[in-house]
Structures are given as C-alpha cells and as structure tokens.
C-alpha cells in the first residue's frame, strides 16, 4: 500500500459509515411507506380499508347512514370503546393484558354517580365501603411512591383530599376527578401485583374484574343511579361544542400539526440529520387540513329530525377522544418513558440489559389503562342513562380489546398507537350501527364483530412473522 493510500483509507472509512442526513421528499415517503407494508408492518391500513369497505356497504343500501344525525350518533357509540381502547394500548404495548378495564370503567363511574346522586357519598355507600376505599386510595399512593412513581401517587392523593371533603359530592367536575383517581388507583395495584409479585396479568385482571364487579354493586346498593340530571356529564354523549368552537377546535389541531412537523423539520436539519422536505411537510398539513375540514364542516350541519330546535356542531363525543388521542401521541413518541414502552414490548430481556425501568414502567402503564377506562366509564354512563348495576360488563371490555387490535395494535407487544385505537372503535361501532339502521338480527353484530377481530388478529400474526423472516 502507498503512502497516498495508506492516508486516504481511514477518510474513506469513515465516509462509508456516514449517517444519511439527505432530506426526505414526497417520493422517499412514500417509498419507505411501502417498504414497511412489504417488510410486515403494515399499521393501520387494514383497519382503514376495513372502516371505508363497511361504510361502503352501509352506505349504499341505506340512505340513514350517511345522515348528519347518524355520523352523530356514531361517535358516541363509538366513545367509550375508544377511551377504553386508548388506555388498553399501553398495556398491549409492554406485552400484558388488562382483563378489569371494562369493569373498573363501571365501578369508577358508579362511584362518582353514587356521590353526585346522594350528596353525601359515605352515608350513600356505608361506612365499610367508604373507609375501605379511603384505605385503597392511600395504598395506592404508598404503592405509587415505593415504586418511585410521580404523576400516579399524586393524582390518587388528590383524588383522596376530594373524596375525603366531599367536593366530589357537589361539582361534577371533582366527581369526574374522583372517578379517574379510583381508575390511577386500580392501575397501580394491578400492575405492582404484576410486575413485583409476578402474577400473569391475565391472573391478576381476571380476578380484579369479578372483584369490581362487587365492588361496584356495593357502590350503588344494587340499584342503578340516574345521570341525566347532570348537565355537565349529559352533555358528554348528547352534547356539542358550537360551531364556532368547534372551528376553533379544527383549527388549533389543524395549525399545531403543521408547526409541530415544521419545527421538527427545520431543527432536524439544523442538527444535520435527515429531514422531511418543506415539500412533504405541506402536503402533510394539507391532508389532515382537508380530512379535518370536512368531518369539521359536515359535523357543523343541522341534525335535528325537526324544525323546533336546532342540533350542530362538533358533539363531546368526537372531541374529547381526539384531544386524548393527540396527548398520548405526543406522550408516546416524544418521551423517553414513551419509547421505552415500546423497546420493552419488543425486547424485554434487551430492555432490561438497558437499564430500563421495567417495573415501573409498566406499572404507569396499567394506571394509564385504568385510568382510561374511567373517562370511558363516564361517557358509558351517560350514553346508558346512568351508573346501572351491568354498567361496563357485558361485552364492552372484548370490543376494546378488538378495537385496539383491529386498529393495529398488536397483541405480542411493541407496536401500537393511540389512533389504533380511534379507528378500531369507529370499527366496531359502525358495524351494530349500520345493522341497526338495517334491522337485521342482533345475532349478527356479534358474528361480524368476531370475523373482523379474527382477520385483524391474523394479519398481527402474519406481519409480525414476516417481519423476523426479514
């Protein structure tokens, strides 16, 4: 080797080792985009396809499908499976399973109903099961705090000062609060029985469902608890923002997008990495723009079936699920505890080798998933005239699960997002809607509902095998 060579050989080397930093267009998006379809992830597509193929269907046999009433109509059907569904994706995410959610979203809200109903929640419930929630509530704090947890002790300590002043009694805004620290609160002890005695979570679910279950019939003395009298939580499945609000509301969603991808952009090149072009970035922006703009726009419409009053405007409904929706993206895909989720559902053998915090990870993310499944809880309750003694069983628990499924989410860990599980439950909704408005047999929700859970189940199965044949 000469001289000449032996110099230009280690800038050669490195120049080979390179990282790419040149920017990414229109064409490199949608190149990638295939290559992941192709190497077995194809995320949320098949639910997409599966959404527009039923709409399709609905559709064109039947004209009351496609009404500004109905589209209403099918947001809150669709509501509490997807509040649900979002928190049961955190769980799905780290490799577990939450059995309890659908009963923990029906004792949460029977609690808070209970409350609001009496005035007076510890004369309502009785002396043994109001201490021995006040006893629950302040080991799950102890619990939150031994695990080195943050935001979960504090927000059940909370949620006990209120039970314990009886704010929760008199402002259905506390009552709420109240509702979801019960939900924190259940997600911390199931998830420390899971990950510090090693009980599969399966165990460990199943057993805090029938035990809720219990729970929640001592909350409402065996008889169910009206919540249409309270304005506020009626307006969660029957309410609307105005249109004027909810212009607003399109339009900060609409403008923080396209900021936040902007700014992304223009320090990602700053920092000399790879980049979406301003190209890919606008035409981004203008898609979601358009896509929102008209579900916007047709929302804004009269839906009222008569001339007397007049029915517009983004519903509660929608919204609510949106803005968590967008939280817990950011929360996933900006954090570090959000990637760590998905680096121990994918690996947690390698997770642990980093010096993750498993255990407390996943802990948060069971407090998450109850806590989830107490905002849905309220929503149900309101969509179901009140807290009644069924409230959260039945088969509202199987069409979450199969909404964050169906969505893309997977069931072996390391893969999902929150909007897997907004458009699982529009799945799962749209298919009892449109059988209604067809009147066909009952029978046939549940037929359909399976196949579809069935087919998006093995496309997990498959993708995923593809995946490590690559």
Not at 348 to 373: L, P, Q, Y
Not at 399 to 422: E, K, M, N, Q, W
Request: proline share 3%.
């Amino acid at each position: 080797m000469t001289t000449s060579e032996t110099a230009t050989a280690p800038e050669d080397t490195r120049g080979s080792f390179r990282a790419d930093v040149s920017p990414r267009g229109i064409e490199d998006a949608f190149r990638q985009y295939f290559a992941r379809l192709r190497s077995g992830d194809p995320g949320g597509l098949p639910s997409v396809l599966g959404l527009l193929f039923l709409g399709l269907i609905f559709a064109t046999t039947t004209d009351n499908f496609v009404g500004h009433l109905n589209a209403a109509n099918l947001a809150a059907q669709s509501s509490f499976i997807a509040l649900i569904a979002l928190g049961l994706v955190f769980v799905l995410l780290v490799g577990e399973i939450d059995l309890s959610a659908g009963a923990t979203a029906g004792m949460t809200a029977a609690f808070a109903a209970q409350g609001l109903h009496s005035g007076d929640l510890h004369h309502a419930v009785g002396n043994y099961v109001y201490w021995a929630l006040a006893a629950g509530l302040a080991g799950a704090v102890v619990l939150g705090v031994f695990n080195r947890m943050i935001v979960a002790p504090a927000m059940v300590l909370v949620g006990l000062i209120v039970m314990l002043t009886g704010a929760n009694e008199n402002h259905q805004w506390f009552a709420f609060y109240f509702a979801v620290s019960i939900g924190v609160a259940v997600g911390t002890f199931s998830g420390t029985l899971v990950t510090r005695l090693g009980i599969p979570s399966f165990i460990v679910t199943l057993a805090l469902l029938l035990a809720w279950e219990g729970v929640k019939l001592y909350a409402l003395k065996n008889q169910s608890v009206g919540t249409t009298n309270f304005s506020t939580w009626y307006k969660l499945t029957h309410g609307a923002m105005s249109v004027t609000e909810g212009w607003i509301f399109f339009g900060v969603l609409a403008g923080s997008y396209f900021a936040f991808t902007f700014i992304r952009s223009r320090m990602r090149r700053a920092a000399g990495l790879s980049a979406d072009t301003i190209a890919l970035v606008v035409v981004r922006a203008l898609v979601v723009a358009a896509i929102g703009g008209y579900i916007t726009y047709y929302l804004s419409q009269n839906r009222s079936p008569n001339d007397i009053v007049k029915i517009e405007g983004v519903p509660w409904a929608a919204s609510v699920p949106i803005t968590f929706m967008v939280f817990w993206t950011l929360w996933l895909a900006k954090t570090h505890w959000g990637r760590h989720l998905y680096a121990i559902g994918g690996n947690i053998e390698a997770a642990n080798r980093a010096g993750m915090a498993v255990a407390r990870n996943k802990i948060n993310a069971f407090a998450i998933c109850s806590g989830m499944a107490a905002v849905g809880g309220l929503f149900l309750a309101d969509f179901s005239g009140g807290a009644t003694t069924d409230l959260g069983g039945g088969d509202i628990l199987l069409f979450a699960v199969a909404a964050a499924v169906i969505g893309g989410t997977s069931l072996f860990g390391g893969r999902g997002r929150p909007r897997d599980a907004i458009i699982g439950a529009l799945v799962i909704a749209t298919i009892p809607n449109g059988i209604h408005l067809h009147q066909f047999p009952e029978q046939a929700n549940e037929v359909i509902t399976g196949a579809v859970l069935l087919v998006a189940a093995s496309v997990d199965a498959v993708s995923r095998r593809r995946a490590k044949a690559r």
